[in-house]
């Protein structure tokens, strides 16, 4: 009897707390498609857990049982693990799950064994048993993804005392029948397959089904023990105990190739090689695979098994913990599944640079990915009009809205074009060149100050600020957001965007304008309010909001935050808080930009945002966005939280339906009070924490060269005959409009 005969025979039933059911697809490769972001970056082969034979034969076992090449079993050598930069430690509040089976046993332990007489003319063979993917958990060990035995129903022909081809096709379309009978889905297969697998491989299992999940396997296991040559064939397939909680962070795995057909080769696989295809899955796909085991066949000269048995156990792969807070992720796509369609929440720590909960609607389950999904399956996702395999949380890009005014003040204080009491006079439009630029208010405003201006969102202030205080220096605006993030990938190991902080190359060689005057001052006037041909992601957006925040630093983003090989020793430790940018020298401009900023919640336009047991400071802002036959509009949250003392940033975006009237102090501020509402237990005790906390240090910069703007006495009056036009729109693909105006709240 061999080996997978009798682990097939056995009850073997494991169970991993929290763990759900896979949808079961037809497995095909998972096809792949340009609307899937790539990875940006190619895992370094030299980190790779692999396994190497001695020699590079190929040996194959006849359709009479021989093998042909060397006699001898394969020698394994394992390559070690090569250690991940960083500071390598212990990360107290990890606790490791356990990677083997709590209940049941493990249908690949080396004790599991069937031996037959030896003889002196025995040939050998060895296969691999490809090992269990290591777990991605989140900061506190809870699994996000993990590996757990599934089964599938095969045929497994063993010796047939009769070998013609009406016999061997009897015995297989009576299996297939009587499994199809017991209610479980089986492939179609043609009479050649069928003989050639007895042929060439019929000390093999031949699955004829999809996946069933070992609780929906113990249903069937004694109907199919008394089906001639049907077993129950286990491997180890990826589980989301989250179903969509976090799908596009962590990806999906998939098949990396189809079974083989034909002789036996050395080395083939007893079941699916599967690999990492997006997110974390595909980034780190070497720290999770794990080191296959060895299965090791013997047979006589007439192709009678002697020795079945497995060598050397599958070993796990590593374990990556994430930042991640798994409870508050799903609070987050809780609060916004509930509000926005179409729309992204991200929340960071702005201290450490943490993602604790990136959330992004609508989504799709990882599971219908395993072991593979079908062409139907996969083809349905990529054609929906509402993307669901791409983030929009770090791969959407969108204009920034009046969340960007809060830079554009930034900029206009560490340029000295204005001070905290500055005051500008704001009439309900103005004229730039020959365009009118309009505030969102039909009523004048009348001369307020900055923190005013960003409380009541004015477009009218950034306009001047911008265009006249500023002297059209639209670099220097360009230049402040770059030192808060915009513009740049923000680091973390997914493929998120950069998006778009337009310089003179860009303006020159897309916008047709001159290299002497790169910026009319229609542009300087659309950026100033985080629009024209500025994009940024919510991820960019909540990135720069700990800028401000922190006030002398803006921190390197993490989402990894430890990373255990497949010895269980940890290789690499994030090392948090890292400076990604000094801000000491806009340290005085973000004091004023987050009184501004709390004025928004306090009782400005950001009012639907206050919490019941904190302050809150944060910005709104609402887009015109998409093309002109098919505007929609954007509405936007951003901020940080407590307003003096801040431990958490975030940014909240709600992407509107065609002709939908939405505004960013209503939809978007209400997801963010939603959530914060549902943690407030944990923001409590957290801010007791902080109480004790140590603050962080940082160098401060030796004085910069600023520019010297100094304002002229005309600076609030219109622009002078011949100023420059908005520019009348831009795409990129991206579907970004220019607009004239902001939307009213």
């Not at 034969?57 to 042909?68: F, I, Q």
């Not at 069928?194 to 093999?204: E, T, V």
């Not at 100050?449 to 969102?457: G, P």
Request: hydrophobic share 35%; glycine share 8%.
């Amino acid at each position: 009897m061999s080996l997978l005969r009798f682990l097939l025979s056995c009850s073997v039933s494991l169970s991993i707390a929290g763990q759900g059911f896979v949808h079961a697809q037809s497995v095909v490769a998972d096809p792949v498609d340009a609307t899937e972001p790539p990875i940006a970056e190619e895992v370094e082969e030299d980190v790779v857990q692999t396994v190497k034979m001695a020699g590079d034969r190929t040996d194959t076992v006849s359709g009479t049982g021989e093998r042909e090449g060397v006699d001898e079993a394969p020698e394994f050598e394992a390559v070690p693990d090569t250690p991940t930069p960083g500071n390598v430690g212990t990360l107290p509040t990890y606790k490791p799950l356990p990677t083997k089976p709590a209940i049941g046993t493990d249908p690949f332990d080396p004790s599991r064994v069937t031996y037959a007489s030896t003889r002196k003319d025995a040939r050998t063979i060895s296969l691999l048993i490809p090992a269990p993917r290591g777990q991605i958990t989140d900061r506190f060990g809870n699994p996000l993804a993990q590996s757990e035995v599934a089964y599938r129903a095969s045929i497994v022909f063993g010796q047939l005392k009769d070998e013609s081809d009406a016999h061997i096709l009897s015995v297989a379309r009576n299996c297939l029948a009587e499994v199809a009978r017991l209610g479980i889905e089986v492939g179609e297969f043609k009479d050649e397959d069928l003989i050639a697998h007895y042929r060439d491989r019929r000390w093999l299992p031949l699955p004829i089904s999809d996946v069933l999940r070992a609780k929906d396997a113990d249903k069937y296991r004694k109907r199919i023990q008394k089906i001639e040559a049907a077993e129950l064939s286990p491997q180890y397939i990826r589980t989301y105990p989250g179903k969509n909680s976090a799908c596009h962070l962590l990806g999906h795995p998939g098949v990396k190739s189809k079974l083989a057909k034909g002789p036996i080769n050395y080395n083939d696989p007893v079941f699916e090689f599967s690999e990492g295809r997006s997110g974390l899955e595909q980034k780190y796909d070497a720290q999770l695979t794990g080191r296959p085991g060895v299965r090791r066949l013997m047979f006589d000269e007439n192709g009678k098994e002697l020795i079945n048995n497995i060598q050397s156990p599958p070993k796990p792969g590593g374990t990556v913990v994430t930042t991640l807070n798994a409870k508050w992720q799903k609070l987050a796509e809780k609060a916004l599944q509930g509000t926005a369609k179409r729309g992204a929440l991200v929340i960071l720590d702005c201290r450490t640079g943490e993602v604790l909960a990136m959330a992004s609607n609508p989504t799709f389950d990882p599971n219908s990915f395993v072991p593979g999904i079908s062409q139907k399956e996969y083809d349905k996702l990529r054609n929906d009009p509402s993307s669901p395999l791409v983030s929009r949380a770090f791969a959407g890009v969108y204009p920034p809205a009046s969340t960007f005014k809060a830079i554009t003040v930034a900029s206009a204080l560490y340029n000295g074009a204005i001070t905290e009491d500055t005051l500008i006079d704001c009439p309900a439009s103005i004229t730039i060149g020959n365009h009118i630029f309009r505030n969102h208010s039909k009523n004048p405003a009348g001369s307020i100050n900055c923190v005013q201006a960003l409380a009541s969102s004015n477009n009218v202030f950034m306009y001047k600020a911008a265009v006249y205080r500023m002297k059209n220096e639209t670099r220097l605006l360009m230049d402040t957001a770059r030192r808060f993030g915009y513009g740049s990938t923000t680091g973390i190991p997914l493929p998120d965007k950069a998006g778009c902080v337009p310089d003179e190359l860009f303006m020159s060689r897309r916008m047709n304008r001159t290299k002497d005057k790169p910026y009319l001052e229609g542009d300087s006037a659309n950026m100033s309010i985080g629009q024209g041909v500025l994009l940024a992601t919510p991820l960019q957006v909540a990135h720069a909001m700990c800028g401000i925040a922190n006030g002398t630093y803006l921190p390197k983003l993490h989402l990894v935050k430890q990373i255990l090989d497949i010895n269980g020793n940890v290789v690499y430790n994030a090392n948090m808080p890292e400076i990604q940018n000094n801000l000491t020298d806009y340290k005085d401009a973000c004091a004023v930009v987050r009184k501004g900023m709390r004025a928004v919640v306090d009782g400005g336009t950001g009012s639907r945002a206050a919490l019941s047991y904190t302050s809150n400071s944060g910005k709104t802002g609402t887009a015109q966005w998409g093309k002109e036959s098919d505007e929609c509009l954007l509405a936007w949250f951003a901020g940080f939280l407590p307003s003096d003392n801040p431990r958490y940033a975030y940014a909240a975006l709600y992407e509107g339906s065609p002709h939908e009237v939405i505004a960013g102090g209503r939809v978007a501020a209400s997801i963010v009070k939603k959530f914060f509402e549902s943690v407030k237990d944990d923001v409590k005790a957290t801010l007791v924490e902080d109480a004790n906390a140590q603050k962080i240090n940082v160098p401060e910069l030796p004085a910069a060269d600023r520019p010297a703007i100094a304002p002229s006495a005309g600076d609030d009056a219109a622009a002078p005959s011949g100023g420059g036009q908005a520019p009348s729109g831009w795409d990129d693909g991206r579907n970004n409009r220019t607009t004239v105006g902001e939307i009213p709240r």
